[in-house]
């Protein structure tokens, strides 16, 4: 609460300054879990006090902060610092939201860069931290980036009573309560999540460098990128022994980081209202650095993903259409407890093989007022059947006031269990909110 009151203070002083390039706001917003079903929470309504500062056209400088408070369910309470970076020539020092790939960018899969995922089904991109460098002519030009620190992906936080998830945030799938050690017998578990040491996870370089040639925007566009260093994607070890006392299965879980190799192409064509494009990447996960012989670890295969995509845009109307596959990526438990424990460890990716249709309108009224409506229906496909639709609509009332409503609707239809997102099918949710903006 203290850190929110404090980033609060700091996003007030400075949108009230009489830079024009400085936006920020507070919101309050109201939300509820729809469906008959629910059983994630106790609760099934929250309310939310956000803020969120940024400057939007800032050249030397920027930064886009924004966070939320829950009344009452500190573990819905996030600060997300997507971007704070200065630019200097063509160096850029801090963290910054860059290009790599236009699959991982679209689909926000936290390859290249990390991502937010307070709530796992709409993940955000967030910036990388270190030094950049970029040069670009007309023909086209390079980036490069290179770190000493490492920053994983910032996800749904939880919390541990005697041994158990408590069930307080609606978007952290818990590992099972109870596990089979035999075919014939299934023991209730007590977790302990063994917190590491920050600093041997946050002190591992990584580097990236890709090249285009072209523009996105206009005529033909190839671009290529490498990456070397952790995956954003922490991995889960776990180490469990049968208590005789407690007549329970007690289980520790330790986070810890694996490296990752990357290579990505992109290509593209854009004519009039009209883009096409291709995008594919290669991921080569490497060996994880376990404590002992005593843990049981995932390791993850090699992984291909191939995105096709088109865009049509007219006016203020956007229509964009994609298709999602991924090949390999699957999960290998390692360790003498492999067989007991494999259902803790987590997946590499949320779904393989999926659809996904977007638009969006914008319409301006008068000079201070209009509104905004966007609509995503994601449906997986192959033998993880799913729907996922998100709607939202934004009107703004004048300068400062606005109005703002959201709609997800999840269904599985499949009895398969391939695609994670089948944990959260009975997350529907409808959120209404008013915001001030400065």
């Known amino acids: 609460m203290r850190i929110f009151l404090i980033l609060l203070a700091f996003s007030q002083l400075y949108v009230s300054s009489a830079h024009a390039n400085w936006v920020g706001g507070i919101s309050l917003e109201q939300s509820r879990f729809l469906s008959t079903d629910y059983q ?18 800032g050249e030397n400088f920027k930064i886009d902060f924004r966070g939320q408070y829950a009344v009452g369910v500190p573990v819905l309470s996030y600060v997300d610092p997507r971007e704070f970076y200065f630019s200097t020539g063509g160096f850029s020092f801090g963290r910054k939201i860059d290009s790599w790939s236009l699959l991982d960018e679209s689909w ?37 980036f290179i770190s000493p620190v490492f920053i994983p992906d910032q996800g749904a936080l939880f919390e541990i009573h005697d041994g158990r998830f408590v069930k307080s945030n609606p978007w952290f799938h818990a590992p099972p309560s109870y596990v ?84 990505s192409l992109d290509t593209s064509w854009a004519w009039e209202n009209m883009r096409v494009s291709f995008s594919a990447i290669r991921e080569n996960s490497g060996s994880a650095k376990i404590p002992d012989e005593s843990w049981t670890y995932a390791e993850y295969g090699p992984s ?12 203020n109307f956007e229509l964009t259409g994609s298709y999602l596959s991924i090949e390999g990526g699957e ?15 987590p997946s590499r990716f949320m779904y393989q ?29 192959d033998q993880e059947v799913f729907d996922l639709i998100r709607m939202n609509a934004h009107y703004r009332l004048n300068k400062s006031w606005l109005i703002s409503s959201d709609l997800m609707l999840v ?18 949710q409808l959120s209404l909110g008013v915001s001030y903006v400065f």
């Not at 291909?304 to 006016?315: E, F, G, K, R, V």
């Not at 093989?353 to 995503?376: C, D, I, P």
């Not at 269904?411 to 529907?428: A, C, F, H, P």
């Open 353 to 381: 093989h999926a659809v996904s249709l977007q638009g969006r309108w914008e319409v301006v009224m008068k000079k201070q007022t209009g509104f905004m409506t966007s609509v995503q229906w994601i449906r997986g496909t």
């Open 40 to 57: 994630a929470t106790e609760d099934q309504a929250y309310s939310f006090f956000g803020f969120r500062v940024k400057n939007e056209t």
């Open 411 to 428: 269904k599985s239809l499949s009895d398969s269990g391939r695609s994670d997102l089948v944990n959260y099918e009975n997350n529907d």
């Open 304 to 315: 291909t993903l191939l995105s096709p995509a088109i865009h049509w845009q007219q006016n």
């Open 108 to 144: 926000k899969m936290g390859l290249f860069q990390p991502v937010f995922k307070w709530n796992p089904l709409i993940p955000d991109q967030q910036g990388s931290l270190g030094a950049f460098y970029r040069y670009q002519d007309r023909q086209g030009g390079f980036v490069f």
């Open 331 to 345: 999960v290998r438990a390692r360790g003498s407890a492999s067989a007991q424990t494999s259902t803790v460890l």
């Open 180 to 263: 089979r050690l035999t075919p014939q017998k299934a023991e209730g578990v007590e977790y302990n999540v063994i917190k590491p040491d920050l600093v041997q996870i946050a002190m591992r370089p990584n580097l990236a460098a890709r090249a285009f040639w072209g523009h996105q925007d206009e005529g033909p566009f190839f671009q290529l990128a490498q990456a070397y260093g952790p995956s954003h994607q922490l991995g889960v070890a776990v180490r469990g022994a049968f208590a005789i006392p407690v007549h329970k299965f007690q289980m520790d879980i330790l986070p810890f980081v694996y490296d990752r190799q990357l290579s």
